[in-house]
């Protein structure tokens, strides 16, 4: 591999990854984790597990309870619980909250260890058949990893609604929405961590992020697939193969290990080419890597990875790893598509080792058909006599598919078919039946989705050939209750960390049942605390029921807010409280500079803070929404905490740095006489404002309203003078010298060295600078690690991936603390 190509590109991949990370932190951990509930096995274990009649599972609880039997590693007393040939469904949506998930199975390694007289393997994963019937299972998170089963004191390294899908395992007819940051362990993915078994027919809304400091593997479906064959390392039977068809991505993807990163639309990476993938379509705004990214697959894709179809907005990894289809080492793949309209989006579709560039659509309007699915939110409970349509999405949507044929089949003792057979649309009617509670099952057969044929000649460019022959069956249940089902609860859920200003956060709700007939709720601003103020938040309610809270202005002493959710009737309620992070302003003092700071090519300039009854002009003059600035009980006005803190982190990943505080300086403008000037501006500032002990340790950061910033570098002596530059001068107008100590309790002179029309002049107009600035604190730079050398599916490391990701190691840390730190002052 490339070192200095990969090296190239660092600061590129890190400030992208800088504000995607600040997003996987933003779902905090809401609560506790579920208590497991196995009773819908125990109870039923002898009469229930065929496919006619499956296990039923309606709760997190006994979804829990499903992970709780899985994981169990057995003795001789107490044997292990094994689901190969047993069916599970799931009759409703359930909503996991945000609580810490513990992943359904577990993996290390492919390898076993010797207990006792036993040889117990280092997995264990789900081996029977998980049907979703349809349903959603939203709320899912992983951020602290503190319920990843733990063997032999190892822990597992996978992570995701499942965490390994064992190769006799399927998982099938789901929607799974949520995020997974798994910090501690290297497969990441939507619905499984790692899977050697079938995954079908479903879409994931999952913001999933590989962030351990070993490797990491990302993707939108699974993290790895595998089912290696023929080297005695895994769990293979012959005729088994680990396969991922028909399946859509919507959530973002990305990894930034200290060492190997894949990220990957559907899979992160393929252990040694093994399984499938097939009929696949990616809708992710972002696949972003440290190493490989890809669209369908981060890298080393596996052994057939075929009709799928990539529409991902932005796709970024290191140079030459970066493709539509496979980010690196993508062998032989077979006719994918994938979306080029914008500079995000790659050249190639595979730009490593010399790969063809067949696939590669740049009118999304002959974007071929290659996924289709059920809409999920026809799956609620339906009554006896009851109708309802159901509809068949296929993607991606803006493909042609007027040539889809469907088949529709249902149970005709539960189900009536109205209309629409032969459509994608169908109306049902429930039919009346003894049971007060049963399930009837509808599928739909779906012909005309992208295929190819094999010409077995020529170059690889040439040799698939499209057809749109690909069938496939989709399966659903509706279950039909015959009475009424009431609410039994509603629960508000969120982020409860302090809100900062300029943050938008969206608040959850939880109502018991989730097929209860009426499951509308109704949220409001019930209470006000400190200085809080009812025009502080926005309210943005939405149809599914969530509420979005947007802090418009903070306040620099204790204040807090108090959401109230409630059914339509006010039957049932519950309140969510966040307070607001205390804002603690700088004044400054503007300076005409003098002395030796002055060169003869600059203008001296004095600054002035602007103010609120600037903030429009100032506003219009950066080219950005007002809503980017706030202004402080004395209304001077400063950059939005929320894209404060971006663009500190931004900079922070460009530079390696870790930033343990923050303090921000009002909105800075000035005026030069002549266009392109560079201008010196002096502030007076107390020693405890630069939160360093010498000028050379001392930290700004020019902050920008598109949340990007840069650190100023700083003058040693006059030969250094130039834009984007800073020094200090005692009060006499002497230049400090970088070693000189710094007395917290005096006062010193900051020069500001900013080229009119230069990278820190947000203002394009001629003559006119306007400049955000904040001063930071940083913490100590960390070591580069040692080099090492070692391989990961025949990828020698040889030690790059150690100097490449530095910046990922303060990144993360960074964005960690910035709930806990104070954000705006001492």
């Known amino acids: 591999m490339n070192v200095r ?62 992970a709780k039997l899985t994981n169990r590693v057995g003795n001789w007393f107490d044997p292990s619980i094994y689901f190969k040939d047993k069916h599970i469904l799931l009759t409703r949506n359930i909503d996991l909250q945000g609580k810490e998930w513990a992943p359904i199975g577990w993996k290390i390694d492919y390898k076993s260890v010797q207990s006792g007289f036993s040889v117990i393997p280092n997995y264990k994963g789900f081996d029977g058949t998980f049907d979703g019937g349809g349903h959603t299972i939203s709320g899912l998170s992983i951020v602290t990893c503190e319920n990843l089963y733990v063997h032999n004191d190892t822990q597992s390294e996978t992570a995701g609604l499942f965490g390994y899908l064992d190769n006799e395992g399927t998982v099938k007819n789901l929607v799974v929405k949520g995020s997974v940051d798994a910090s501690k362990c290297e497969g990441v993915g939507g619905v499984a961590g790692w899977a050697d078994g079938l ?6 809304d999952v913001a999933v992020f590989a962030t351990s400091s070993k490797r990491g593997y990302a993707g939108g479906i699974a993290g790895l697939n595998g089912n290696p064959r023929g080297d005695g390392t895994g769990p293979v039977t012959d005729g088994i193969k680990a396969m991922i068809r028909n399946c859509v991505v919507f959530g973002p993807v990305a990894s930034v290990p200290i060492s190997y990163a894949y990220a990957g639309g559907v899979v992160g990476f393929s252990s040694w080419y093994h399984g499938e993938v097939r009929n696949c379509v990616v809708m992710s705004n972002s696949i972003i890597s440290g190493m490989d990214a890809g669209g369908i697959f981060g890298g080393f894709n596996s052994n057939i990875t075929a009709d799928s179809v990539s529409v991902a907005a932005k796709i970024s990894g290191a140079a030459g790893y970066t493709g539509g289809v496979v980010g690196a080492f ?48 026809d799956f609620g409970t339906i009554k006896p006599g009851e109708e ?25 003792a539960k189900l009536q078919i109205i209309s629409g057979q032969g459509s994608k649309t169908i109306k049902v009617k429930a039919l009346a039946t003894a049971d007060d509670i ?29 057809n749109f022959e690909t069938s496939v069956t989709l399966e659903a249940t509706l279950k039909v209750a015959k009475g009424n089902i009431p609410v039994e609860a509603v629960i508000a859920y969120g982020d409860r960390s302090e809100l900062t200003e300029g943050e938008t956060r969206t608040l959850g709700v939880a109502v018991l049942p989730s097929d209860a007939d009426d499951t509308s709720v109704a949220w409001s601003l019930s209470a006000l605390s400190g200085e809080a103020l009812s025009d502080d938040v926005l309210l943005e309610r939405r149809e599914d029921g969530t509420l979005r809270v947007t802090l418009r202005k903070g306040h620099d002493k204790a204040y807090g807010y108090t959401f109230t959710v409630a059914t339509a009737d006010g039957g049932f309620k519950d309140s969510i409280t966040l307070e607001g992070e205390q804002i603690k302003d700088v004044d400054i003092s503007g300076i005409i500079p003098a002395g030796s700071v002055v060169p003869t090519y600059a203008e001296a300039l004095k600054v002035v803070g602007a103010t609120s009854d600037m903030l429009v002009d100032i506003a219009a003059a950066c080219g950005a929404d007002i809503s980017a600035f706030r202004t402080n009980s004395k209304g001077v006005a400063f950059l939005s905490s929320a894209l404060l803190g971006a663009a500190v982190d931004y900079a922070a990943s460009l530079d390696k740095a870790e930033i343990t505080q923050i303090k921000p300086l009002p909105v800075m403008q000035m005026t030069t006489r002549q266009p392109n000037k560079l201008a010196v501006a002096a502030l007076v500032v107390s020693g405890d404002l630069l939160m360093a002990d010498t000028p050379q340790k001392a930290a700004l950061v020019c902050t920008r309203p598109d949340g990007t910033g840069e650190f100023f570098a700083y003058a040693e002596d006059q030969d250094a003078f130039g834009d984007k530059r800073f020094t200090l001068q005692t009060m006499d107008d002497r230049m400090m010298a970088p070693e000189d100590e710094i007395d917290p309790d005096a006062s010193y002179k900051l020069a500001l ?33 040692a080099s090492s050398s070692g391989s990961s599916g025949g990828c020698n490391a040889a030690g790059y991936m150690g100097i490449m990701l530095l910046a990922a190691i303060p990144l993360v840390t960074h964005a960690a603390k910035r709930r806990s730190r104070n954000n705006s002052g001492a």
């Not at 995954?199 to 994931?204: L, M, P, Q, R, S």
């Not at 099952?441 to 690889?460: E, M, R, V, W």
């Open 199 to 204: 995954i079908e027919n479903c879409a994931t």
């Open 388 to 412: 309802r349509e159901v509809h068949i999405i296929s993607y991606p949507p803006q493909a042609d598919a007027s040539g889809l044929k469907y088949t529709w089949h249902a149970d005709g």
């Open 5 to 66: 190509t990969l090296l190239k590109t660092k600061r590129a991949v890190a400030a992208q990854l800088a504000l995607l990370i600040l997003l996987v932190f933003a779902a905090a951990v809401y609560a506790d984790s579920w208590t497991p509930d196995t009773r819908w096995y125990d109870d039923y274990k002898n009469e229930r597990g065929t496919k006619e009649k499956p296990f039923l599972i309606s709760t997190p609880e006994e979804l829990a309870g499903l």
């Open 330 to 377: 993508g062998y032989d793949y077979q006719n994918c598509y994938w979306l080029k309209m914008t500079d995000d989006q790659p050249l190639n579709g595979n730009a490593s080792m010399g790969h063809y560039e067949y696939g590669r659509v740049t009118d999304e309007s002959k974007l071929p058909v290659a996924a289709a699915i059920f809409d999920a939110a």
């Open 438 to 466: 049963s399930y009837a099952a509808l599928s739909a057969d779906i012909k005309g989705l992208l295929g190819h044929t094999d010409t077995g000649s020529g170059q690889p460019k040439d040799r698939y050939i499209s």
């Open 753 to 785: 060295y900013i080229q009119d029309n230069g990278g820190f002049d947000l203002n394009p107009a001629e003559c006119g600078i306007i400049s955000s600035i904040a001063v930071v604190r940083l913490a100590e730079a960390p070591q580069p690690p």
